[in-house]
């Protein structure tokens, strides 16, 4: 089955540095990559996603890329805020869309100081 | 908010019980899955169901179980509860081939 490791497990940045997040996926047949913000006691909430056809998605401050020659794919915040302070998720699964199953990272917890 | 609701939001019970959790899917979703994330880790997928059909099974053992109805509401059974079993239990309902939307997990003790 899929495998997904995702480093680094925590990390710590100053408010308005960027914070780069990798994952690794060992199914190449893999094709949607999400990537979910969860905050203490909350459920995961998507964040962005991106699919096997397109190597690079971005959304205001969030930007994700995806090699799949090297299956890998890395999620990057730029001017953090202390409000993104969370545990992120990314997640890979085999399928046209999010309707299959995904198969989740271990997690990053991402602190931002103000 | 997802519009996903679980109950009970909390329980603990104790080794050899059985529990039994609910989810209510958002409006005019047919298909729920449900995960277990233990604490400290990913989500890790038990199974999916479509339209009140099995459809999809990660690695989990039989006494893992569950239904949908015709509603799209579903539950998930888990007999003989070992402490191992203790974990935040999120369900997502979603369109056959949709965004996931997750409710906010019901979270079982067992001791």
């Known amino acids: 089955g899929e495998n997904v490791e995702q480093h680094p497990s925590t990390l710590s940045v100053q408010e308005g540095d960027s914070a780069v997040i990798k994952c690794t996926y060992s199914d190449s047949a893999s094709n949607y990559f999400p990537w979910y913000k969860q905050e203490l006691g909350k459920r995961p909430q998507l964040i962005i996603d991106i699919r096997s056809n397109v190597g690079e998605k971005k959304d205001q401050r969030i930007a994700v890329t995806l090699n799949k020659t090297a299956k890998h794919f890395s999620l990057h915040i730029t001017e953090t805020q202390p409000e993104d302070s969370a545990v992120y998720f990314c997640a890979a699964s085999i399928g046209e869309t999010s309707g299959s199953r995904l198969t989740f990272g271990e997690g990053t917890q991402l602190t931002v100081n103000p | 908010e997802t519009g996903v609701t679980q109950s009970p939001t909390h329980l603990i019970k104790t080794r050899g019980q059985q529990v039994t959790l609910r989810c209510s899917s958002q409006?005019?979703?047919?298909?729920v899955s449900w995960y277990q994330q233990a604490l400290g880790q990913g989500p890790q997928f038990i199974f999916q169901?479509?339209?009140?059909?099995?459809?999809g099974r990660g690695n989990f053992p039989p006494r893992f179980s569950g239904l949908q109805f015709p509603n799209y509401s579903s539950e998930l059974n888990v007999n003989a509860l070992e402490l191992d079993d203790s974990a935040l239990y999120l369900c997502?309902?979603?369109?056959?081939?949709?965004?996931?939307?997750f409710g906010e997990g019901s979270r079982l003790t067992v001791l």
């Open positions: 997502a309902s979603s369109l056959q081939y949709g965004e996931l939307f």
């Open positions: 409006s005019g979703h047919n298909t």
């Open positions: 169901y479509y339209r009140e059909e099995e459809n």
